[in-house]
């Protein structure tokens, strides 16, 4: 192993490709076996693991140091982590689609039903907005365009407080609304 370490400060003080193809030749077969049988273990894509593979080895080579002990034992548990962060990876993206396929799919299931109750939603607010006050009705456009009472009263020169009350007296305004007549059975 003294031979390895050599090759491998040797690597690292003059970065000559001969000392790293040399190195490469002495752990190719047992790097890409073993990331052969990860890709089996956690049912990964070879070419993932494979270039990722490479990438931890040219990592290894440039950051290994003496004092840490052999290379090998350095090399695999570099391997061991990176595959599995490229499993957990290919996990959370393969999740992400799935999710997104099936919220496609009820989407496109609900689309009737999501547009009435909009629509409905819609006729509420424009029932509130109508029997507001001009001050209440720019405190909401300023509060919906920022959703931030802060930003809205900086637009209107007003406090926060202000803008907030504002709001909240069209949300009262809604108790003397019937909400019968927006939601359907």
């Known amino acids: ?25 002495m752990f190719a077969g047992k790097v890409f076996n073993f990331a052969r049988k990860q890709t089996r273990q956690r049912r990964l894509v070879w070419q993932d693991v494979e270039s990722e593979a490479n990438q931890v080895f040219y990592k290894a080579v ?4 003496e004092r840490i002990g052999e290379f090998e034992p350095f090399l695999f548990l570099m391997l061991r982590r990176h595959i599995a ?15 997104y396929m ?9 689309e009737p039903e999501i547009i009435a109750i909009k629509k409905e939603q819609r006729q509420l607010l424009d029932d509130l907005t109508a029997n507001a006050t001009v001050p ?7 509060f919906a365009k920022s959703y931030s009472f802060r930003k809205a ?14 709001i ?18």
Not at 1 to 24: A, D, P, R, W
Not at 85 to 99: A, C, D, H, M, W
């Open 153 to 166: 009263a900086k637009q209107l020169g007003t406090s926060d407080k202000t803008v907030k009350n504002r």
């Open 102 to 110: 099936q919220s496609a799919r009820t989407s496109t299931d609900n």
């Open 1 to 25: 192993m003294c031979h390895v370490k050599n090759l491998i400060t040797e690597y690292q003080k003059t970065g000559c490709e001969s000392y790293f193809n040399e190195i490469y030749e």
């Open 85 to 99: 962060n490229v499993g957990s990876k290919s996990l959370t993206y393969q999740t992400y689609v799935e999710r």
């Open 168 to 185: 909240e007296k069209i949300a009262a305004a809604r108790r003397h609304i019937s909400l019968d007549d927006y939601f359907t059975a």
């Open 136 to 142: 209440s009705r720019q405190a909401l456009v300023a």
């Open 62 to 65: 440039a950051t290994y140091d």
